[in-house]
């Protein structure tokens, strides 16, 4: 698995959020899903790096588009 194929993982979850404002419990639970999905394919060390990575990754393209 890699920093590609969380993308989409990714994707997928801020879709599927409710509107707000979210119950914490939905949120832990679409979240958990979502990493779920991506466990056991990576080392446990090289997973959360990739989740960091993509997760900084999509705010900082984020706050770019926000400031074009």
Same mark, same amino acid.
């Given at each position: 698995?890699?920093?590609? &194929?969380?993308?989409?993982?990714?994707?997928?979850?801020?879709? &599927?959020?409710? #509107?707000?404002?979210?119950?914490?419990?939905?949120?832990?639970?679409?979240?958990?899903?979502?990493?779920?999905? &991506?466990?056991? %394919?990576? &080392? #446990?060390?090289? !997973?959360?790096?990739? !989740?960091?990575? +993509?997760? %900084?990754?999509?705010?900082?393209?984020?706050? +770019?588009?926000?400031?074009?």
């Amino acid at each position: 698995m890699s920093i590609a &194929s969380l993308q989409p993982l990714l994707a997928a979850l801020l879709k &599927s959020l409710p #509107p707000q404002p979210i119950d914490q419990n939905k949120l832990g639970q679409l979240v958990r899903e979502t990493l779920e999905k &991506s466990r056991g %394919k990576i &080392s #446990p060390d090289n !997973w959360k790096s990739l !989740w960091e990575y +993509v997760l %900084k990754n999509d705010i900082f393209l984020l706050a +770019v588009s926000l400031l074009s």
